[in-house]
């Protein structure tokens, strides 16, 4: 069964876990979320996966605005960045259960 779930606070996260756990398809929607934050619309860097959001918050922080005080200079702080996004897309492509691998997933044959 398919189950779509508002939010993932306190109650809709451990809802999505247990029927996760039994053997459902959960899905999350933010959308309510966003149009809290965002009562006229949603700015599109909201709907990138979270790992290239915080690859630009590095690469804002670190290089364009400085903030990595003495211990990471700007050209480190790019590195970093750039390090982070590699590492983090590297991760995700390798998970089992990434989403795209579903479309490549292979169906058993009926004997």
């Known amino acids: 069964m398919r189950i779509g ?3 993932s606070g306190l109650m809709g996260g451990k809802l999505g876990t247990l029927f996760a756990r039994a053997g459902h398809d959960v899905v999350f929607s933010y959308a309510r979320q966003r149009r809290m934050f965002f009562p ?3 700015p599109l860097h909201t709907y990138l996966p979270a790992n290239l959001q915080h690859c630009g918050v590095l690469l804002w922080d670190l290089t364009v605005m400085g903030r990595g005080g003495p211990e990471f200079g700007r050209l480190t702080g790019t ?7 590699w590492l983090s897309t590297k991760r995700e492509l390798l998970r089992k259960d990434a989403r795209w691998r579903v479309p490549f997933a292979r ?3 009926e004997a």
Not at 79 to 85: F, G, I, S
């Open 107 to 109: 169906v058993p044959r």
């Open 79 to 85: 590195a970093y960045a750039l390090a982070y996004l």
């Open 5 to 7: 779930i508002l939010g």
């Open 40 to 42: 006229d619309r949603s």
